[in-house]
């Protein structure tokens, strides 16, 4: 099994910043790319950004230019450094890994239980 452990939201003014981590942990061999997507109310989940195990990311259009995705895989950890946030920006954010379970060599999708960002104008 491989479990996400996500941290970092909260409520914060626009204009502000935020720092989301997420590690993972368990029987892993390895972990392909790494993701973060949001939920607004009443909207579909959403991907945010994407990094590869080579580092190379992608980002909505709606982020770029202000959300960085970075990863650790010494600690199994993806971060998500959000600046210049504005209100359209709230959201329930989920980390979503895809990693090498250990022993099977399985690819398993994992999903974080969320964390809520809020952005008060």
């Known amino acids: 099994q491989v479990q996400l452990v996500e941290s970092g939201g909260g409520l914060v003014q626009a204009g502000g910043s935020l720092r989301l981590s997420c590690a993972a942990s368990?029987?892993?061999?390895?972990?392909?790319?790494m993701a973060w997507y949001r939920q607004a109310p009443g909207s579909q989940r959403e991907l945010v950004a994407r990094?590869?195990?080579?580092?190379?990311?992608n980002y909505a259009d709606s982020v770029k230019g202000r959300f960085t995705i970075s990863r650790d895989n010494a600690k199994n950890t993806v971060y998500l450094q959000m600046n210049s946030l504005k209100p359209e920006d709230t959201g329930v954010y989920y980390c979503n890994v895809v990693a090498i379970q250990g022993g099977t060599n399985r690819h398993l999708q994992v999903w974080g239980q969320g964390t809520l960002v809020t952005v008060s104008s």
């Open positions: 990094i590869t195990s080579g580092s190379s990311s």
């Open positions: 368990g029987s892993i061999f390895g972990i392909n790319t």
